[in-house]
């Protein structure tokens, strides 16, 4: 028999085939499952009582694949899966590995063997599993089949040719990966598990499932995780989150008094630990569910603590449980609103530092009035000034129950849940979720935990232990696991939260080499960063640790918008060994030593560097290690436990600067909005401005400040904007090469992310204040102290010199297109090009500029600089 046609064919990494398409469904009445297949095709096919329809978006080397089905039962039947199959054949199959990666927060995520042995078994039963796997039991046709949830990668240890495979979800179900070798080729079938009720005549659509090939997992994952960002509008614009936290020293002892007593100690270290943040974590509610009555710890309740801390010149977080409810809370009465499972309350989990019978039930959003009661609490936790909210156990709404309203998923209930929870914060408020899983929380939260709980611990020190958790239980080791093989996803599915610091060298039974390496990897991959010490008991030591962690992964997070930490070889081992990050001017490398025995690794500074010349190598974060000059080879030597970061010092990088309205996008906005709606008004601020009678600033208030432009109206004009022809290639090229991107833009901030959204992209910017209160435009400047003499309210000059004086030896790259706006910034760069009137003003002047007509110009112009060396990284 022929072979089919290759969906993708792939010189160094194989070929891909579309294998089957099938359904798992229940007869209603007597819940039977039933499973039926066809073959794989694009169109419509009859699969049992279901018409599945797919399309496929094939590119060079990935291809989508959309999918939705209609029933044609005449009575309601119980979806449970959707099944999308390929057949992969890379160049061989004998040694494979493929990443686990897990379901939830705390779930196991890490590379195995693609062995013949399959996922291996759980001997705690259904229930448990179900906290941490997407099917608390698997089918039974999966016997011998390995397990990933959301996404996967395979291939070979040491790269040369990998898959990478995932659902793009956005809470209509879970995708469960299943992969298993079979002959020459390796079997990877995608389950999207809808799991919900679908009635006669009603048609579903499924989110998205994408495969690509390629050479290299790493950057494979990356791109999949940017996919899945622009499909979801993921939340990844949240500045650098640093922070302190009750937890891992009072735990549930704590007290009003430990947090104003650390408050004030963090007042005072401001200038040495520089965080934003004060979160009050579990221990202070009255009970599980009653999350605005406090207990007898927190005698005046919420509201006086949260002034406190913003009185401090802190945000003020909190920690919820938000869907857990207790059988002593008020709550509780309203068991209506909880999940069932069968004749009984559905059982989220047992705590019993929470309740007397541990029992913990779960608040049931398919329900609108639960949806309501989410979003009137947590609006009033936002007017008491909490903006930002720790979000926990939110695996507990998405396990099997039987809701009240069958036709929504597992997954709905979850996304449901959160968008209440965001409905009611607000837009501004940063949400974290924890023990959560992943993909329904795409464009919800902002920050997410990614592994673990960490422990003052290596090892998992459970008095308890329980067969199968093993992996998410609190630990040192198993945070720093997660923490690197989920790098991929910071920035470009949210701020990835690798738990907190261990700072403290008392009531831990962490040794200082290992405290370190949890520093090590949170620094090196740029997340948030939170300790949560007793602060004024620190040493000068653990003081130091957290100053230099906050310092580095501050670096490495404003390195870039979607993410500079890369794991070299993510197949090549359960916990990841080398990771870099590119930053301006350096390539960061953290070598880590999770293992029993003493390690020795000799490193390449010129690999490493990635194509550019390395000058000189130094150590980092705490390292004792002596600056070398030279591309000298890196000898590192490291006991079980251990690890160390260097930095390999690589040129003066570029740093890109770009003008927005006019320059990365076609049209000025702000003009071409009031020219619509209140042109007489613009024309006649226009012509006080060219008669020197306004600077620029005045005539953008004289011109805009109450412009009548509701927010629905605004919304369709900014649609009507294109992007300049080069703008994408010129986000690309930086992204290759790690470049720093930041758009300057003396219009308005509203605006500028609006059209990054509607156009997908990802980059940071700096602009004016715009809220449309009312209906009416109300602007403030951006820089409220002054300017250069442009008299603009976002000044470049001051933005180029502030980057500057943080990063000596740069060279700076200014382009833009108006004689008043970019001016200052033109002339405070090193390399200029300009367009329009900013042009015809250099010109006057006699300053040195290139001119250019679109930014594929402005690229083909940088990219002989990088290739010479003085750029970022290759």
Same mark, same amino acid.
């Given at each position: 028999?022929?072979?089919?046609?290759?969906?993708?064919?792939?010189?160094?990494?194989?070929?891909?085939?579309?294998?089957?398409?099938?359904?798992?469904?229940?007869?209603?009445?007597?819940?039977?499952?039933?499973?039926?297949?066809?073959?794989?095709?694009?169109?419509?096919?009859?699969?049992?009582?279901?018409?599945?329809?797919?399309?496929?978006?094939?590119?060079?080397?990935?291809?989508?694949?959309?999918?939705?089905?209609?029933?044609?039962?005449?009575?309601?039947?119980?979806?449970?899966?959707? %099944?999308?199959?390929?057949?992969?054949?890379?160049?061989?199959?004998?040694?494979?590995?493929?990443?686990?990666?897990?379901?939830?927060?705390?779930?196991?995520?890490?590379?195995?063997?693609?062995?013949?042995?399959?996922?291996?078994?759980?001997?705690?039963?259904?229930?448990?599993?179900?906290?941490?796997?997407?099917?608390?039991?698997?089918?039974?046709?999966?016997?011998?089949?390995?397990?990933?949830?959301?996404?996967?990668?395979?291939?070979?240890?040491?790269?040369?040719?990998?898959?990478?495979?995932?659902?793009?979800?956005?809470?209509?179900?879970?995708?469960?990966?299943?992969?298993?070798?079979?002959?020459?080729?390796?079997?990877?079938?995608?389950?999207?598990?809808?799991?919900?009720?679908?009635?006669?005549?009603?048609?579903?659509?499924?989110?998205?499932?994408?495969?690509?090939?390629?050479?290299?997992?790493?950057?494979?994952?990356?791109?999949?995780?940017?996919?899945?960002?622009?499909?979801?509008?993921?939340?990844?614009?949240?500045?650098?989150?640093?922070?302190?936290?009750?937890?891992?020293?009072?735990?549930?002892?704590?007290?009003?008094?430990?947090?104003?007593?650390?408050?004030?100690?963090?007042?005072?270290?401001?200038?040495?630990?520089?965080?934003?943040?004060?979160?009050?974590?579990?221990?202070?509610?009255?009970?599980?569910?009653?999350?605005?009555?406090?207990?007898?710890?927190?005698?005046?309740?919420?509201?006086?603590?949260?002034?406190?801390?913003?009185?401090?010149?802190?945000?003020?977080?909190?920690?919820?449980?938000?869907?857990?409810?207790?059988?002593? @809370?008020?709550?509780?009465?309203?068991?209506?609103?909880?999940?069932?499972?069968?004749?009984?309350?559905?059982?989220?989990?047992?705590?019993?530092?929470?309740?007397?019978?541990?029992?913990?039930?779960?608040?049931?959003?398919?329900?609108?009035?639960?949806?309501?009661?989410?979003?009137?609490?947590?609006?009033?936790?936002?007017?008491?000034?909490?903006?930002?909210?720790?979000?926990?156990?939110?695996?507990?709404?998405?396990?099997?129950?039987?809701?009240?309203?069958?036709?929504?998923?597992?997954?709905?209930?979850?996304?449901?849940?959160?968008?209440?929870?965001?409905?009611?914060?607000?837009?501004?408020?940063?949400?974290?979720?924890?023990?959560?899983?992943?993909?329904?929380?795409?464009?919800?939260?902002?920050?997410?935990?990614?592994?673990?709980?960490?422990?003052?611990?290596?090892?998992?020190?459970?008095?308890?232990?329980?067969?199968?958790?093993?992996?998410?239980?609190?630990?040192?080791?198993?945070?720093?696991?997660?923490?690197?093989?989920?790098?991929?996803?910071?920035?470009?599915?949210?701020?990835?939260?690798?738990?907190?610091?261990?700072?403290?060298?008392?009531?831990?039974?962490?040794?200082?080499?290992?405290?370190?390496?949890?520093? %090590?990897?949170?620094?090196?991959?740029?997340?948030?960063?939170?300790?949560?010490?007793?602060?004024?008991?620190?040493?000068?030591?653990?003081?130091?640790?957290?100053?230099?962690?906050?310092?580095?992964?501050?670096?490495?997070?404003?390195?870039?918008?979607?993410?500079?930490?890369?794991?070299?070889?993510?197949?090549?081992?359960?916990?990841?060994?080398?990771?870099?990050?590119?930053?301006?001017?350096?390539?960061?490398?953290?070598?880590?030593?999770?293992?029993?025995?003493?390690?020795?690794?000799?490193?390449?500074?010129?690999?490493?560097?990635?194509?550019?010349?390395?000058?000189?190598?130094?150590?980092?974060?705490?390292?004792?290690?002596?600056?070398?000059?030279?591309?000298?080879?890196?000898?590192?030597?490291?006991?079980?436990?251990?690890?160390?970061?260097?930095?390999?010092?690589?040129?003066?990088?570029?740093?890109?600067?770009?003008?927005?309205?006019?320059?990365?996008?076609?049209?000025?906005?702000?003009?071409?909005?009031?020219?619509?709606?209140?042109?007489?008004?613009?024309?006649?601020?226009?012509?006080?401005?060219?008669?020197?009678?306004?600077?620029?600033?005045?005539?953008?208030?004289?011109?805009?400040?109450?412009?009548?432009?509701?927010?629905?109206?605004?919304?369709?004009?900014?649609?009507?904007?294109?992007?300049?022809?080069?703008?994408?290639?010129?986000?690309?090229?930086?992204?290759?090469? @790690?470049?720093?991107?930041?758009?300057?833009?003396?219009?308005?901030?509203?605006?500028?992310?609006?059209?990054?959204?509607?156009?997908?992209?990802?980059?940071?910017?700096?602009?004016?204040?715009?809220?449309?209160?009312?209906?009416?435009?109300?602007?403030?400047?951006?820089?409220?102290?002054?300017?250069?003499?442009?008299?603009?309210?976002?000044?470049?000059?001051?933005?180029?010199?502030?980057?500057?004086?943080?990063?000596?030896?740069?060279?700076?790259?200014?382009?833009?297109?108006?004689?008043?706006?970019?001016?200052?910034?033109?002339?405070?760069?090193?390399?200029?090009?300009?367009?329009?009137?900013?042009?015809?003003?250099?010109?006057?002047?006699?300053?040195?500029?290139?001119?250019?007509?679109?930014?594929?110009?402005?690229?083909?112009?940088?990219?002989?600089?990088?290739?010479?060396?003085?750029?970022?990284?290759?």
């Amino acid at each position: 028999m022929a072979r089919p046609t290759p969906l993708l064919r792939h010189g160094e990494a194989g070929r891909l085939e579309g294998a089957r398409i099938a359904v798992r469904w229940r007869e209603p009445g007597t819940g039977e499952q039933r499973f039926a297949a066809a073959p794989f095709g694009a169109g419509s096919h009859r699969i049992g009582p279901f018409e599945v329809s797919l399309a496929l978006d094939v590119g060079d080397a990935t291809v989508g694949v959309d999918a939705a089905l209609r029933s044609h039962a005449e009575a309601s039947l119980r979806l449970d899966a959707l %099944v999308v199959g390929f057949r992969w054949s890379p160049p061989e199959v004998s040694a494979l590995r493929f990443l686990r990666h897990g379901w939830q927060s705390w779930s196991f995520t890490g590379s195995r063997a693609l062995d013949d042995h399959g996922e291996p078994g759980f001997a705690s039963g259904a229930w448990l599993r179900g906290m941490f796997h997407a099917r608390g039991e698997p089918p039974a046709d999966r016997s011998g089949w390995h397990e990933s949830d959301l996404l996967t990668a395979i291939g070979a240890s040491n790269g040369g040719f990998s898959l990478a495979a995932g659902v793009l979800e956005q809470g209509r179900s879970f995708g469960v990966i299943y992969v298993r070798r079979e002959a020459d080729a390796v079997a990877v079938e995608i389950e999207l598990c809808a799991e919900r009720d679908l009635a006669p005549g009603v048609r579903i659509d499924l989110e998205r499932t994408r495969i690509s090939l390629g050479t290299d997992a790493a950057p494979l994952l990356e791109d999949l995780a940017v996919a899945h960002g622009r499909s979801a509008e993921a939340r990844t614009a949240s500045p650098f989150q640093a922070g302190w936290c009750s937890w891992y020293h009072f735990f549930h002892d704590v007290t009003e008094a430990d947090v104003l007593r650390n408050l004030d100690a963090l007042v005072k270290a401001r200038g040495e630990i520089p965080v934003t943040l004060v979160q009050l974590d579990d221990g202070y509610q009255r009970a599980v569910g009653d999350w605005l009555s406090t207990n007898e710890k927190f005698p005046r309740g919420l509201a006086p603590l949260a002034a406190e801390i913003r009185a401090a010149g802190f945000d003020a977080g909190l920690w919820t449980a938000p869907f857990c409810v207790a059988p002593d @809370s008020a709550l509780f009465a309203e068991r209506d609103w909880l999940l069932r499972r069968g004749d009984d309350l559905h059982l989220g989990l047992l705590h019993p530092m929470w309740t007397p019978t541990a029992r913990i039930h779960v608040l049931d959003t398919s329900r609108d009035e639960v949806c309501s009661h989410l979003v009137s609490l947590f609006r009033e936790l936002a007017e008491m000034g909490f903006v930002y909210q720790k979000l926990d156990f939110l695996y507990s709404v998405a396990m099997e129950a039987d809701a009240f309203d069958p036709s929504i998923g597992r997954a709905e209930r979850l996304r449901r849940g959160l968008e209440a929870v965001r409905r009611g914060s607000g837009e501004k408020t940063f949400l974290l979720g924890c023990g959560c899983p992943l993909g329904p929380a795409v464009g919800v939260v902002d920050g997410m935990r990614i592994g673990p709980d960490v422990a003052p611990s290596w090892h998992v020190d459970d008095e308890i232990p329980l067969r199968g958790i093993e992996p998410t239980r609190p630990s040192v080791r198993n945070g720093v696991r997660s923490i690197l093989n989920r790098a991929f996803l910071h920035r470009r599915l949210w701020l990835n939260d690798p738990d907190c610091l261990m700072s403290r060298a008392t009531d831990t039974k962490l040794e200082p080499h290992e405290a370190h390496t949890l520093a %090590v990897a949170v620094a090196v991959t740029g997340g948030m960063v939170l300790f949560s010490d007793d602060v004024p008991k620190l040493g000068g030591e653990s003081r130091r640790l957290v100053a230099e962690t906050l310092r580095v992964a501050r670096e490495v997070d404003e390195a870039t918008t979607i993410g500079a930490a890369r794991v070299a070889e993510p197949l090549a081992a359960e916990i990841p060994e080398t990771i870099t990050a590119c930053v301006p001017g350096s390539v960061l490398v953290a070598v880590v030593n999770p293992g029993e025995a003493r390690i020795e690794r000799t490193l390449d500074p010129r690999a490493l560097s990635r194509g550019f010349e390395p000058r000189a190598v130094e150590g980092e974060l705490l390292s004792t290690r002596a600056p070398s000059e030279g591309a000298l080879a890196i000898r590192i030597a490291l006991d079980p436990h251990a690890s160390e970061i260097v930095r390999v010092r690589t040129g003066p990088p570029l740093a890109v600067f770009c003008d927005f309205d006019g320059t990365f996008l076609v049209e000025d906005v702000a003009p071409s909005v009031a020219r619509r709606v209140d042109d007489a008004r613009r024309t006649a601020a226009s012509e006080r401005f060219a008669r020197g009678e306004l600077n620029a600033w005045e005539h953008a208030v004289e011109a805009y400040d109450g412009l009548i432009v509701p927010d629905s109206v605004l919304d369709a004009m900014l649609r009507s904007f294109s992007l300049d022809p080069g703008a994408r290639a010129l986000l690309d090229f930086c992204e290759i090469h @790690s470049i720093p991107f930041r758009i300057l833009s003396d219009g308005y901030d509203r605006n500028v992310a609006k059209l990054r959204d509607l156009h997908g992209l990802h980059f940071g910017f700096d602009a004016n204040r715009l809220d449309v209160v009312e209906g009416r435009w109300r602007i403030a400047r951006a820089i409220t102290d002054g300017d250069c003499g442009c008299g603009t309210g976002n000044c470049k000059r001051r933005r180029i010199d502030a980057y500057r004086s943080t990063n000596p030896g740069a060279t700076i790259v200014h382009i833009g297109n108006g004689r008043v706006s970019d001016l200052c910034g033109a002339l405070a760069a090193d390399l200029v090009f300009a367009r329009g009137s900013l042009a015809v003003e250099l010109e006057r002047r006699g300053a040195r500029f290139s001119r250019f007509e679109t930014l594929c110009d402005v690229v083909a112009a940088l990219e002989p600089l990088v290739a010479g060396g003085a750029g970022g990284t290759s």
